[in-house]
């Protein structure tokens, strides 16, 4: 199984970076969304809602294109698309990252309109429960040029999951784009030098892909983004990890979930002790970014040159 047959899967609803989309389809909030925004496009249905907005499939009445829209209240005074709306626009000619159409608002809404894109790569695992090695590898070379770039340009993700990564559609269905740039920050100061560390109040990003800097609430930079990657591709290759759900397995309320996550982390790396099938080049990986420094500069050809080995040994 390659890149095709991964995104190639029938029958399952379209989402874009959602959260919460259980009984979501087909139903719109017309009570403070218009039918018809900007005089341009319309709503069709909702296909997701998130803890700071909703999203819609919607289409261009004048080009009958399709399109995503993301709606977000002003009363909410967070912000976020517009905040987004920006770093999508500075990051506009890089391959994998869509298209703003428009921003704007009314009395009520932020609105963000943007292409419209296929299946996130968590619908995709959730249907599939296991990628092979070889779709495996050519996501994580798409995945790792696309933080290239994102990271020549200035800028962290911090928030590296499966539900942040979607196929395109038609022409575009085995190119992967990147979504929810929300927590995203720039690691370079005004003069274009780096930031300095720091600690964090909490941890940045999701508890299940984040790295071990991440769980000592360390600054975030470009080797952190990696880092999560890493532990993508092992939860495509596995099915699971073993510290997803870990909640659900503790009843000591005084338990510190965090510190037992991070330990478990940490231990995936020991070869002797790794009975999971976790691929060799896979684990040198993660022990390259852990090894990389707060301010640099990742070695990003070496990390592809390691996925490419193993898809030539696949071969």
């Not at 261009?60 to 709606?71: C, F, G, L, M, P």
């Not at 890089?94 to 009314?106: A, L, Q, R």
């Not at 070379?141 to 290239?148: M, S």
């Not at 976790?278 to 970014?289: A, D, F, R």
């Amino acid at each position: 199984m390659d890149i095709k047959n991964v995104s190639n899967i029938p029958n399952i609803p379209n989402q874009q970076n959602i959260i919460n989309t259980t009984n979501t389809r087909n139903t719109r909030n017309t009570t403070n969304i218009p039918n018809i925004i900007n005089q341009k496009y319309k709503i069709i249905e909702k296909i997701g809602q998130g803890t700071f907005g909703t999203i819609y499939k919607g289409q261009n009445i004048r080009t009958s294109e399709q399109i995503a829209i993301k709606v977000e209240p002003i009363e909410n005074q967070t912000k976020l698309i517009k905040n987004e709306s920006i770093i999508y626009n500075y990051l506009k000619n890089i391959n994998g990252i869509p298209s703003v159409k428009w921003f704007g608002k009314d009395e009520i809404n932020y609105y963000m309109v943007i292409d419209l894109l296929g299946h996130s790569l968590k619908t995709i695992k959730d249907y599939k429960k296991v990628f092979s090695l070889k779709a495996t590898f050519q996501l994580g070379i798409q995945i790792v040029n696309l933080l290239k770039s994102i990271h020549e340009k200035g800028l962290i993700h911090r928030d590296i999951k499966p539900d942040n990564f979607l196929f395109g559609l038609a022409e575009r269905k085995t190119q992967i784009f990147m979504i929810d740039f929300g927590l995203c920050k720039s690691f370079l100061n005004n003069d274009r030098t780096h930031i300095d560390m720091k600690k964090n109040q909490n941890l940045i990003g999701s508890q299940t892909y984040a790295s071990i800097n991440a769980h000592n609430y360390d600054e975030l930079s470009r080797r952190d983004d990696l880092e999560s990657v890493c532990y993508m591709l092992i939860y495509f290759v596995l099915g699971k990890l073993d510290w997803q759900n870990i909640n659900t397995n503790i009843n000591n309320k005084n338990t510190n979930t965090n510190v037992i996550i991070k330990q478990i982390k940490e231990n995936i790396t020991n070869i002797d002790k790794n009975d999971k099938q976790i691929p060799l080049n896979l684990i040198t990986i993660l022990q390259y970014t852990r090894t990389l420094k707060f301010k640099e500069e990742p070695d990003y050809d070496y990390i592809i040159d390691m996925l490419t080995v193993e898809i030539n040994d696949l071969s």
